[in-house]
């Protein structure tokens, strides 16, 4: 299995997308992929996948992994030109926030092929007292997670979500019809949804 070597938040929900990822899946994508180590864990499960990325030092150094059954691609997610329902799984792990993020879901749906699933995990930022008290309940958590784990970084560019957790909720249920929304510990909340077949 690809390994990361550290252990942070995001890793530490790449198995909310992996157990997401239909049977006898043959094509995936990884949107807003980093360091590719979501990628190369997605090819132990699909026969092949496509990860995309805009920043350059990023794909880079997925590139320099060599994970088999994958293909990275330096370019915008929201323009380049993949060919609609060309994908049996698409997923992305804290990265649509860096994008227009309702543009992003529509996006995601429209390459699936009918019957595909789709995985996200993300963030968002806390614009009410009761966001702000939950988040707060995640802090003696985190701390214990990072007393026992390696906690590192990828290097991926950073950036704070602008949209709260209510309006994630409600982009993702009006691009999604359906979507299963969850908030979860260690500040993430995940999107599971199923595209309607035919």
Known sequence: MAQ?????HNVHYQPVI??????GCDTALDVGCGDGLLAGRLAERCQQVTAIDRDPPMIARARAQAYPR?????????THPFEAASFDFVCANTSLHHMDFAAALSTMARLLRPGG???????????SIGEFLVGTACVPVALTYRAIRRKGESGAPMKDPDHSWREARAMAATALPG?????RVLWRYSLLWRKPPG
């Open 4 to 8: 990361a070597g550290y252990w942070n």
């Open 70 to 78: 994958v293909t990275f691609i330096e370019a915008d997610f929201l």
């Open 179 to 183: 979507v299963r929304y969850r908030r």
């Open 18 to 23: 992996l157990n997401a990822v239909p049977p």
């Open 117 to 127: 699933r789709l995985a996200v995990v993300g963030l968002a930022a806390d614009r």
